[in-house]
């Protein structure tokens, strides 16, 4: 067991515990922020760099600072650790540059883009991004393409997570798909267009921060706030088959895996992880297909969840009470 | 000059073959090693030796390999890093051309020492013509025993294998190098584990690079203390400095660690002044990714003492004032030369290099070289100038691996020391076509 402090916190973990695991057990403020790390994925994390954290404090045993912020996500606890995250001023500053260079070659297409409103990146550019861009010069693109059959892959929104390229690693049972050239132009993609074909490959989906990889059965049908969530499950034959539908009335619009508070897919009772199959994310979008366990808990700092905007006054007054303002006498004349 | 060590028998005709290479005394460090000495022993001189990491970073390389984790049954690699791709670095290059043996030998010695059955030569992609010399010579130590099974009657046997990359600078970054090798895109990985527990194939290996290697065949051959004796304070031993730009005699030179940085750029024994009598404006140290020092700055430290050819004396006054050693890609400038041009070009290289894997290098090292492009196409503004600053200061320490921290210090340097030169680009764009006049319009003093 090893004891931790983070931003003042202390909490004893066991032994290989990342840092970002350990702040993920005290929650709350404390939790930094993580675009590639997934828990459910071996090998995931380290490349996005949102989650740096200062270390003051390496050990017990040897209490010097690490020179240089650290990969939470991919930095095991020592007994005796001391972490900043949320204190530290410059690691905050850190990280907005960290945001500022993830966003300058995004299309901030959010309007017409199906993820926003549950994308990672919309909530972290709102909480350590800058309110505009100091990026002048042309943003890199690429064409759209479809990966699969059911997948569209719109590349110029990857940050290059690598999440999706795990995924095809350790859940399907074949990678045909990785990542092209370098630096940054280098992207996600396969060599022959609509190679993805694999039972669990709608996972991918699910893991993707950002609307690069989309739901080709629900793309623009409708906004994710628009929708309602709702728990169900079926007897499936290749997965646990427990899902979240987003319906409309008594219409599925598209299915996809329950996720807890990091996006991150649910664990099933027998606690394993909670991937589904195409089958029950593509084929199944009838009501009758699935038993309904009840509204889904949505508690993500999602920008679109509730809560998240504190209403404040307006500085002007609103426009309604201009419009009391003016005489009766005008508006029953107008009236006429 | 002091005595040569890598390059002693540089001048011999033939010294590339076998034959010629053995009459000069050559392989005695393996005999000595594998008949005289336990390995225990070997690693025990290199420490004497204060023998520090060729490549870059200057790590002690006895230190280096006593930490390589020894766990029984299981296989350990030594790996010779000769993807020498630096802008300003052509040390390695020379050394396997023209002695390949020696590096043949520092190789067995090596691995002898560290207990490794397998070791690689992962060998920069352009630079195939070099691994063409080095597999005849490896062809020619197998031939006559000091390659393959039971060398010299011993227990231990070696394979040497010649590697070559696909080009990409990053694969000369430790763990990028060991993905490469083994068949995979070169990514740097993220540390811990760092090679010398977990490396090639999960086994615990050594990534030296190739002049560290050969220096272990003096250090073998004389003992670790005759080799401390040279240099100066933690430098010790020789060092091969590739010097470029414009000097009178750009080349590889061998100096003894302590020479003075003046005597280096204008004695006729190594640079020979400034080309065509001209001024001495600056000079890149170590190698493009190290911070660029202005003449004043690389002849005298801040507190005015003489700079020297040394770890430490180069490093004096931290990145404010001083440098690094590097890998010993010493670049020297003249008064023609426009800083931000050069630094464009350093820019364009980090920014075609970087793997991709995270997102500071990623993004910052185009946007940097834009905005470069933009001030040197004469549309930049002063507030550009602030922005590359924040730019440089964002990637450095946030990255993977040190290709981030290279990308930046360059940028950080050239705006500290040069950020007039910045400003008066984007006053007047018209100068920058004739940096000569710039400076006889500002009355300034280059040197």
């Known amino acids: 067991m090893a004891k931790v402090t983070i931003d003042g916190h202390m909490i004893e973990v066991p032994d290989g515990t990342t ?17 590639c790390y997934y828990s459910k994925l071996k090998t995931s994390g380290g490349y996005c760099r949102t989650c740096l954290v200062k270390v003051t404090k390496g050990s017990e045993k040897d209490p010097r600072p690490m ?56 909530d972290l550019a709102y909480e350590h991004g800058l309110s505009r861009t100091r990026y002048e010069f042309s943003r890199r693109t690429f064409q759209k393409i479809d990966i699969g059959e059911k997948i569209k892959l719109h590349m110029t929104r990857c940050i290059l997570c690598y999440r999706c390229v795990k995924v095809a690693e350790q859940i399907t049972d074949g990678r045909v798909h990785g990542v092209l050239n370098r630096g940054d132009v280098s992207e996600i993609s396969t060599y022959i267009s609509q190679a993805v074909d694999n039972d669990f490959s709608g996972n991918m989906i ?94 993500r700092h999602s920008v679109i969840s509730q809560n998240h905007y504190v209403l404040q006054e307006p500085a002007h007054k609103p426009l309604l009470n201009a419009v009391q303002a003016v005489p009766t006498s005008w508006q029953l004349e107008n009236k006429k | 000059m002091g005595k040569k060590l890598l390059l002693k028998d540089d001048h011999i005709a033939g010294i590339q073959s076998y034959d010629v290479y053995r009459k000069n005394g050559g392989y005695a460090s393996v005999e000595k090693a594998v008949k005289t000495m336990t390995t225990e022993a070997v690693v025990e001189e290199v420490k004497k030796s204060g023998l520090r990491g060729r490549g870059g970073a200057g790590f002690p390389t006895g230190m280096k390999w006593s930490f390589l984790a020894k766990p029984p049954g299981i296989a350990r690699y030594l790996v010779c890093n000769a993807d020498e791709s630096e802008p300003g670095t052509f040390k390695d290059r020379y050394l396997m051309e023209r002695i390949p043996h020696l590096l043949i030998e520092g190789m067995i010695t090596s691995s002898y020492a560290l207990g490794a059955n397998t070791s ?26 000091w390659l393959g099974k039971n060398i010299l009657g011993s227990e231990y046997s ?53 002049e560290t290697i050969a220096a272990v065949v003096p250090i073998v051959n004389d003992g670790g203390d005759e080799y401390a004796k040279i240099g100066i304070g933690k430098s010790t031993g020789t060092k091969l400095i590739s010097a470029s730009g414009h000097i009178n005699k750009p080349g590889v030179y061998e100096i003894d660690l302590g020479v003075p940085v003046e005597e280096f750029i204008f004695s006729d024994k190594y640079c020979g002044g400034i080309r065509g009598g001209k001024k ?13 020092l202005p003449a004043d700055l690389i002849l005298k430290t801040a507190k005015g003492e003489p700079r020297l050819m040394s770890y430490e004396s180069l490093a004096d006054g931290g990145f404010a004032t001083g440098t690094m050693l590097g890998s010993g890609g010493f670049i020297v400038m003249d008064e023609d030369t426009s800083i931000v041009k050069n630094l464009w070009n350093f820019t364009r290289f980090y920014h075609h290099e970087s793997c991709g894997q995270c997102s500071p290098c990623r993004e910052g090292t185009g946007w940097m070289e834009k905005i470069l492009h933009r001030i040197l196409d004469g549309h930049g503004t002063m507030s550009d100038i602030d922005l590359l600053w924040d730019i440089q200061g964002k990637i450095e320490g946030k990255t993977i691996c040190p290709l981030g921290d290279a990308a930046a210090w360059p940028v950080a340097a050239a705006i500290r020391h040069f950020r007039s030169e910045f400003e008066e680009y984007i006053k007047n764009p018209k100068s920058i076509k004739d940096v000569k006049h710039y400076y006889r319009l500002n009355n300034l003093q280059s040197a």
């Not at chain 1, 840092?19 to 675009?35: E, N, S």
């Not at chain 2, 990985?189 to 760092?194: A, E, Q, S, T």
């Not at chain 2, 001495?280 to 660029?292: C, E, L, T, Y």
């Open chain 2, 280 to 292: 001495f404006k600056a000079v890149v140290a170590g190698g493009s990714s190290v911070p660029i």
């Open chain 1, 19 to 35: 840092i970002l695991q350990a702040a993920r057990m005290i929650g709350g403020d404390v939790v930094p922020p993580a675009m």
């Open chain 2, 120 to 145: 690689y030569i992962y060998i920069r992609g352009e630079y195939y013509y070099v691994a063409r010399i080095l597999e005849k010579a490896i062809d020619e130590a197998y031939a006559n025993g």
């Open chain 1, 206 to 299: 699910d893991v993707c921060p950002v609307g690069a990889l989309t739901d080709r059965t629900f793309r623009f049908k409708s906004r994710v706030w628009n929708v309602n969530p709702v728990d169900a499950h079926r007897d499936c034959p290749t997965c646990s088959g427990r899902v979240m539908l987003w319906m409309k009335g008594a219409e599925v619009f598209r299915v996809t895996a329950r996720k807890d508070e990091y996006a991150e897919v649910l664990d099933t009772p027998d606690g394993k992880p909670g991937w589904i199959c195409n089958t029950c994310r593509f084929d199944k979008k009838e009501t009758k297909d699935w038993i309904v366990d009840g509204p889904s808990k949505i508690d």
């Open chain 2, 158 to 210: 070696l394979d040497l294998y010649v590697q070559i990359g696909a080009g990409a600078y990053i694969c000369g970054e430790e763990t990028a190098l060991l993905e490469s090798l083994e068949g995979k895109r070169g990514n740097p990985r993220i540390k811990p584990p760092f090679p010398a527990v977990a490396g090639l194939y999960g086994c615990p290996t050594v990534v030296n690079n190739v």
């Open chain 1, 67 to 122: 020179p240089k912020p650290v990969a939470s996500c991919r930095t095991p606890v020592m007994d005796g650790m001391e972490v900043q995250n949320k204190t530290a001023p410059d690691l905050l500053e850190a990280r907005a540059g960290v945001v500022e260079f993830l966003l300058i070659n995004h299309p901030l297409d959010c309007p017409i883009c199906d993820q926003a409103g549950e994308c990672s990146l919309q």
